[in-house]
């Protein structure tokens, strides 16, 4: 399972959604986002799905790529699409017991359920389409004006950078260590959700010490190359908008703007 999360991973390519710069990136994943959750009818939410599939086709991420990513919280979407069949007020579809499905249930446990796994499948693209050094440039950049505040952006995009950085390998850490466990006799898949969880207390101190350990190391090699934070540093990529970026900004604020506008209108 824990391969199969693909969060912070990234896949290099050529492809046009690589190419792009990672400001516009971040600006039309932001409003996608919100944009997603200003959508109601099935008109606006096929509009976006049509938007996610031709950026999902132009950075030729495989499907299977991206569902692993989406599996690791199938649990949580269905436990949400249970909740809104059950507890959404309306017609009776189903009865069990003292459970009533309804049909408006349904309906907005489709419409949650495609919504979540839109979300999930936007931020995955970004993430598989940047690096991380080039996101985090991206992101000091656009937060730049926020420098007259005295807000420590480029300590901000550091964190977020060696985050992302160090998601993969902590995943491969606690990997290693669980193979341990269970070569030592360690127990993690069968009984009850409570034995499972307190099965995973050996499994989480020796993650800790290696996270704190790997934490000071990296302190350390940044101390040795005398890093003293974001001021009066330059930059080794120059980041420049190209025609690539306009035309994925045309496009998208079209689908957006529809998409705004059947809201309004009630569609």
């Known amino acids: 399972m824990l391969k199969d999360i693909t969060l912070g991973q990234y896949f290099p390519g050529t492809t ?9 990136k971040l600006i039309l994943t932001t409003a996608y986002i919100v944009v997603l959750f200003v959508a109601k009818g099935i008109l606006s939410y096929m509009l976006l799905l049509a938007w996610l599939l031709t950026t999902v086709r132009l950075s030729r991420i495989k499907i299977s790529v991206i569902f692993r990513g989406v599996r690791p919280l199938l649990f949580i979407i269905s436990l949400t699409a249970l909740l809104n069949m059950l507890y959404t007020p309306g017609r009776p579809a189903l009865e069990f017991w003292i459970l009533t499905i309804t049909y408006e249930g349904i309906f907005v446990a489709i419409k949650m359920v495609s919504r979540i796994i839109m979300l999930i499948t936007g931020t995955l693209l970004l993430t598989y389409t940047t690096s991380p050094i080039v996101l985090t440039d991206g992101l000091e950049q656009l937060l730049n004006p926020l420098k007259k505040l005295r807000v420590p952006v480029h300590e901000l995009a550091m964190m977020m950078s060696i985050a992302l950085r160090f998601i993969p390998t902590l995943i491969e850490e606690a990997d290693k260590i ?14 009850s959700i409570f034995k499972r969880a307190k099965a995973l207390i050996p499994l989480l101190v020796p993650l800790f010490i290696s996270a704190f350990r790997r934490a000071d190391e990296l302190a350390i090699a940044m101390e040795c190359r005398c890093y003293r934070g974001g001021e009066g540093r330059t930059s080794l990529r120059q980041l420049k908008y190209s025609s690539i970026d306009l035309k994925a900004m045309l496009f998208s604020v079209i689908v957006f703007t529809a998409v705004i506008v059947l809201r309004v209108l009630g569609i």
């Open 178 to 191: 669980i193979n341990a466990q269970k070569a030592r006799g360690a127990d993690f898949e069968t009984g």
């Open 16 to 24: 046009s959604i690589h190419r792009m710069d990672p400001r516009m």
